[in-house]
């Protein structure tokens, strides 16, 4: 794949597979035969999930004798980080909502009790 066509970063971990190695690479430098040992998928096709990973930036390989062996480049996965960060406000505002609402309903009075569902019994006949 030429650098014009280089992988979008989010479209290489969207495979799970894809995200499995960058979590193995993540714990230790890796040859093709180490990683494929963790799969129920050929060696060829763990070697065209690495290449994608690479043409993303997130992994480096370079040769070992006659293994070529691969690491994780977590710098890549910045952007990645990026983004999420932005959605966190939403995270963090439900958390503060949640908060406030059970504090709340901690320092309510008893004779005020919180709101709770009834089960609603049939008429007996």
């Known amino acids: 794949m030429s650098s014009a066509a280089k992988v979008d970063v989010f479209q290489a971990i ?6 499995t190695l960058l979590k193995l690479l993540g714990k230790q430098e890796m040859s093709v035969a180490q ?18 990973l690479s043409d993303a930036g997130l992994v480096s ?3 070992v004798g006659r293994e070529t062996r691969y690491q994780l480049q977590p710098d890549n996965l910045r952007e990645l980080k990026d ?18 609402l059970v504090e709340q309903d901690e320092d309510s009075p008893e004779e005020n009790p ?6 609603k019994k049939p008429p007996s006949e």
Do not use: C
């Open 61 to 63: 390989h370079h040769k």
């Open 114 to 119: 919180p709101l709770r569902l009834v089960e």
């Open 35 to 52: 990683m494929t040992g963790h799969f129920s998928i050929s060696r060829t096709a763990v070697n065209k999930h690495l290449h994608i």
């Open 14 to 19: 969207a495979d799970p597979t894809r995200r």
């Open 83 to 100: 983004w999420l960060n932005y959605f966190e406000q939403f995270w963090d505002n439900k958390l503060a909502m949640l908060k406030f």
